[in-house]
């Protein structure tokens, strides 16, 4: 029976309908549903692991035992995996080892706009790319098989529109698991001294030469002849797009993007008098087919910035600047945290004292826009807490009390632990405030091992922040509720002055955790309310200004935390009491 089924859904069938046994991976979107939905399949163990590094280890272990195994993440989980993936590349693999990468082109929810195809390239592993839901089963059955037949780990490379949008699957059934799963020892293949990795190159060219014949018949590569010019090259979701803009052109759609069928790219540039490279992010395709000698028309500057869509692809095939949309203007909503977020009054706080916020990747990253604009900067997971280390070691000591490092729970488990080692190990002082709302929050509440809950839902021994931090050297560890603004401030202007490295677990869970409670929504005495605004520099959606710039809380939105109530200065705004409730 045919089904409708996402990108991630229809990767988590293939994989399954594969002979996967084992799934790994950290959350991340777009690729967070694949392991969430691999997870509901008999015969597979799915398990969140605490960063991409340890998933593609713990995969490469299962791999060399013989069994097949999945590994996802985003873009920017492949730069965290990236160091065994080079090297795995020199090892091999025995059982079937894929590794699906969703970029992220337009920046839905991510801080670049990476283009994954360069790993491929640099890692010298195959790569395929499907354009629709269809395609991601397929190819992913397709990658385990070249997998095994190479030796080799295989990327495969989503985008956040093939990720997430819906299209028919054929669905099939379970293949055959028959390889007995085994220690074997091989030190020559799976060792990396300088003696044994030098013989592995020298494999690993031979299995890239035997790759570039295999693309050129590989089954994903399709050659669709059209009825006139001009003649597109192009792979995964711009495929569609240039289905919908240029139907009756001829098209040579890569389903391998690397490496390349360079008989066929030949064959076709040739029997076509003009050929575009229709291609999202990187002139990637467009880079490799020149360097062979083709012409070929490529895209401009501003075509490598942004998702592609069928109105940019008409003006890129017309070889003009983009023009304007004859789509209606969709509406912008800017993101913003939700009413009763346990981080607002965190960051309340750290705007009300004036530090210098080096923050990280999560919700809290929110808190950089008005009317909070309190974090400084961003880089990648983890990186905050290393940053606040930096500053305070080259600023002038009166300074230094400014810098704070705000991570979150998830994050802090993933990277963040190595950079507080590291300030404690250096002697460095600061305060690092871990933002614990019980979930890895942004990427869809999955859990971490904080929660002491796997993806599969099962009770396991729960990591201890508090101990964690305290055995990692610092003494002064306090858990507080970040609703309680002055307790917070208090704290952070009685560490900030110290030498010595303290932590603050502003612990709270997330308001999407407690749906289900009933909530006791505060309201606003708008004959005591001044018009002063203070409420509103919460950001809080609740709060609405009304025409005469009076307040009014939003019933269904508040969840009660009272954030709002701590900053009036008047005291209007109070919890609100039902007539049915004893006052």
């Given at each position: 029976?045919?089904?409708l ?15 996967v046994?084992?799934?790994?991976g ?9 392991l969430?939905?691999l997870k ?27 069994a097949?195994?999945?590994?996802t ?19 091999g693999?025995?059982?079937g080892?894929v ?13 670049n ?7 491929a390239?640099?890692a ?32 495969l ?24 799963f ?8 799976r ?20 790759l ?14 059209g009825?006139g ?7 995964g979701?711009?495929?569609q ?22 008989g ?9 008098e ?7 992010l990187?002139r990637?395709?467009?880079?490799e087919?020149k ?83 309190a974090?400084?900067t961003?880089?990648c ?5 290393g ?8 600023l ?13 729970d ?6 963040g632990?190595t950079?507080?080692?590291?300030i ?9 405030i ?25 009770e ?22 970040p ?13 900030l ?21 009933e909530?006791r ?5 708008l ?24 307040v ?10 009272g ?12 919890e609100y009491i ?5 006052r």
């Open positions: 029976m045919k089904k089924l996402s990108g991630n859904e229809a990767v988590a069938r293939g994989a399954w309908e594969a002979g046994v084992l799934g790994t950290y959350p991340g979107t777009p690729s967070s549903e694949i969430e939905n509901e399949y008999e015969g597979v163990r799915a398990q969140w692991c605490v960063n991409e590094k340890v998933a593609l280890e713990v995969a490469s272990g299962a791999s060399w035992a013989g097949r195994v999945l590994v993440m985003k873009h920017v989980g492949l730069n965290v995996a990236s160091d065994p993936l080079f090297t795995l590349a020199y090892t693999v025995k059982g080892l590794i699906v990468v969703a970029d992220d082109p337009g920046l839905h929810s991510s801080q706009e990476q283009d994954s195809r360069h790993y390239r640099a010298k592993l195959p790569m395929l790319e499907p354009s629709d839901s269809r395609e991601a089963r397929e190819m992913a059955k397709l990658a385990f098989e070249i997998s095994e037949e190479f030796e080799l780990p295989v990327l490379r989503l985008t956040t529109r093939v990720s997430h949008s819906r299209t028919i699957v054929a669905p099939g059934e379970r293949g055959e698991i028959s390889t007995p085994a220690c074997i020892k091989d030190p020559k293949k060792v990396m001294i300088p003696a044994y990795a030098r013989l592995r190159h020298r494999v690993l060219e031979k299995k890239m030469e035997r570039i014949r295999y693309a050129e018949d590989a089954p994903c590569n399709r050659l669709e002849e009825g010019e001009p003649g597109i090259i192009t792979s979701i711009s495929y797009y240039c289905k919908e803009v240029a139907p009756d052109a001829s098209y040579l759609k890569l389903g391998m993007v690397y490496p390349l069928p360079i066929t790219i030949e064959n076709f540039v040739r029997s076509s003009k050929v575009f490279i229709v291609e999202e990187d990637f395709l467009e880079t087919i360097a062979m000698g083709m012409e070929v028309t490529g895209k401009r500057p501003e075509y490598c910035l942004g998702e592609l869509n069928p109105d940019r692809i008409e003006a890129l095939l017309r070889e003009k600047s983009e023009s304007t949309s004859s789509s209606p203007p969709i509406p912008v909503r800017p993101p913003v945290m939700c009413a009763g977020c346990p981080h607002r009054g965190v960051f309340m706080v750290l705007r009300k004292l004036k530090l210098f916020v080096t923050g990280d990747i999560g919700c809290y990253t929110l808190g950089t826009l008005p009317p909070l604009s974090l400084d961003c880089l997971m983890g990186a905050g807490v940053q606040s280390e930096g500053f305070r070691t080259v002038p000591a009166e300074d230094r009390e400014q810098v704070v490092a705000v991570i979150g998830s994050t802090f488990i993933h990277s632990i950079g507080l080692i590291d404690v190990y250096n002697g460095n002082g600061g305060v690092v871990i933002l614990d709302n019980r979930t890895t929050a942004m990427t869809g509440r999955q859990p971490h091992p904080a929660m002491g809950v796997t993806l599969r839902g099962e396991t021994t729960a990591t201890n922040l508090e101990e964690v931090c305290r055995a990692v050297g610092v003494r002064r560890v306090r858990v507080m509720n609703h309680d603004l002055q307790g917070m401030e208090d704290f952070l202007k009685e560490s002055p110290l030498v010595e490295p303290s932590v603050m677990i502003a612990r709270a869970p997330c308001v999407l955790l407690t749906r289900g409670e909530p929504p505060y309201r606003v005495d004959d005591t309310c001044v018009a002063c605004e203070q409420c509103l520099q919460t950001g809080c959606p609740a709060l609405v200004k009304l025409p005469d710039g009076k009014r809380i939003e019933g269904f939105l508040c969840t009660g935390c954030v709002c109530a701590q900053v009036c200065p008047v005291e209007a705004i109070g039902r007539q049915d409730e004893p």
